[in-house]
């Protein structure tokens, strides 16, 4: 079993380098400044380069992107060409990425919400969708992920799955062949995304932190059958340690991942024999990686 690790978005270590510069709408509202926009475009995929090269030389192949890279670009009243203008960015990202082997994906915020009772809301999701998607075809990704969860519990959870699965059925098949679900820490639990992938063979993301916040059975029972929804890709974890055991704080996101968690996890997982990547969802990001990294080498063999 091989194991990669990554990080969410930016370093904790590059504190100077950001990826998720803001233009916000209302500032361009008021100055209707393109030029503006533009310098910050610029100095997002600048500070996306860096990160890249960053993550090369300390043997990180496993990276999240931020949503935020392209400001308002799924704002309907702002239309300008955020792909076509920035090429030259894209290309150097992407000889980056697929000379290293670097496994990239997206994971939209809670207001991509696909099952929503409302139209504009469902709309505006699609959007979202195809603007993540067109920067991961900027940048030749070829398995293009963007992870999302089931979304909205209106109505009820039956009826929220059905809405999920009518409106996914909807979409352009390039979106449906990116879109990969994860179980949240509320309502949608692995069961349920598995009821799902029975019925539009989609890939799920197994959220462990998630699984121990909202559950109906041990994720043993489970994992294969959540593993064998990856077809030709190694399957994804996201993994994090909750920042208190009080239940007002379990469900939040400590600074670090508990290595003792998470060794016994992958005793769990190892009889399987699979290679996966994990993505380490904790605040301290990068920092937090490279800590676990001196813990499991101190604490296995």
Not at 69 to 85: C, G, M, R, S
Not at 196 to 222: A, T
Request: proline share 2%; charged share 30%.
């Amino acid at each position: 079993m091989i194991i990669r690790l990554g990080y969410v978005g930016m370093s904790k270590t590059l504190s100077n380098i950001t990826p998720s510069s803001t233009y916000t709408y209302t500032n361009f509202i008021k100055n209707n400044d393109y030029n503006k926009l533009n310098e910050v475009i610029i100095s997002n995929l600048e500070a996306l380069n860096n990160l890249i090269d960053y993550n090369i030389k300390n043997n990180v192949h496993f990276f999240r992107l931020t949503s935020k890279l392209i400001p308002l670009a799924t704002k309907k009243e702002v239309q300008f060409d955020y792909i076509n203008k920035y090429k030259k960015y894209y290309d150097e990202i992407s000889d980056k990425i697929i000379k290293n082997n670097m496994r990239i994906d997206f994971h939209p915020d809670q207001f991509t919400i696909l099952n929503s009772t409302k139209k504009e809301v469902v709309e505006d999701s699609i959007e979202i969708l195809k603007y993540h998607y067109n920067i991961l075809d900027a940048l030749k990704i070829k398995n293009k992920i963007i992870i999302l969860h089931v979304g909205s519990s209106v109505l009820g959870k039956e009826n929220a799955i059905k809405r999920f699965i009518n409106n996914f059925k909807k979409l352009p098949d390039y979106l449906k062949d990116s879109i990969v679900i994860e179980n949240d820490d509320k309502i949608f639990n692995i069961d349920d995304c598995l009821k799902i992938n029975k019925e539009i063979n989609i890939p799920i993301v197994l959220d462990y932190h998630h699984h121990i916040c909202n559950n109906e059975n041990d994720i043993i029972n489970h994992i294969e059958d959540v593993f064998n929804t990856w077809e030709s890709i190694n399957p994804k974890i996201h993994f994090s340690t909750s920042k208190s055991k009080l239940k007002k704080e379990i469900r939040s996101h400590h600074e670090y991942i508990n290595s003792d968690d998470f060794i016994f996890f992958l005793e769990k997982i190892k009889h399987l024999n699979y290679d996966v990547d994990i993505m380490i969802e904790a605040k301290g990001k990068d920092d937090a990686v490279f800590r676990l990294i001196r813990e499991l080498k101190y604490k296995t063999n």
